[in-house]
């Protein structure tokens, strides 16, 4: 049987580079590392894809799947609600993959509730200023949804303390490079190793 694989949350503001980061991240792992797609009330932006970038549906759909226990977590962000559907993720992890959650924090709290063996990781801007500047240079939100989030985004660093590492996104290649030193690592817990070792120690009585 596939050993367990490692479920990795990343949690950070809005705009400070996140999906970039876990985008690049992914093209690392090759086939090995999934992201776990959520399910969002929120309105489609730009070229986003419906079952790529979310699944998007209306508050009673959304609200329909928290009754029936399909999500691990929700929250609302804003106006809108965003989960995680649990059936890919039991199905990937069980499987020996690494999943990545990109949550906000009140998911992050959760998943640390539910699931202690996540490793949580959040992503900070190097600073306020520059995060302003990023969500402004998007373009996809609203002076006022801009606002909402930066208040949002100083709520959130708050609770940068709860989580296992901080990446702090300056230049981009120097934390993706850090996100996957964290997978390196998280793999080689005893907790993961321990199956592996026994191999050894068979082997060397046999
Ligand atoms: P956006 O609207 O920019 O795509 O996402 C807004 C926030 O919602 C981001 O911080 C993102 O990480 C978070 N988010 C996306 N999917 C989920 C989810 O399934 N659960 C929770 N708790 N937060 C999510």
């Known amino acids: 049987m596939a050993e367990q694989g490692l479920l990795l949350v990343i949690s950070g503001p809005s705009g400070c580079g996140k999906d ?112 302003r500047r990023r969500l402004e240079k998007r373009g996809t939100e609203t002076p006022d949804a801009i606002e909402t989030r930066m208040e949002i985004a100083t709520r959130e660093l708050a609770c940068a303390k709860d989580y296992d590492y901080i990446v702090i996104n300056d230049a981009l290649e120097d934390a993706v490079q850090d996100v996957l030193a964290i997978i390196r690592t998280s793999k080689l817990k005893k907790e993961n190793m321990l199956n592996k070792l026994s191999e050894v120690t068979d082997y060397a009585e046999s």
Not at 26 to 33: A, K, P, S, V
Not at 70 to 98: D, F, H
């Open 20 to 131: 970039t980061i876990i985008h690049e991240v992914l093209q690392h792992l090759d086939g090995e590392g999934f992201l776990s797609v959520s399910m969002t009330t929120r309105p489609k932006r730009g070229e986003e894809v419906h079952g790529v970038h979310y699944y998007f549906v209306s508050e009673a759909e959304f609200l329909q799947n928290v009754q029936n226990d399909q999500m691990l977590e929700y929250a609302q962000y804003g106006e809108n609600y965003y989960g995680t559907p649990v059936g890919p993720i039991r199905a990937l992890l069980s499987q020996g993959k690494t999943v990545i959650l990109n949550i906000e924090v009140t998911g992050g709290k959760n998943v640390r509730r539910l699931l202690p063996f996540a490793v949580e990781v959040f992503v900070a801007p190097p600073s306020l200023k520059e995060l």
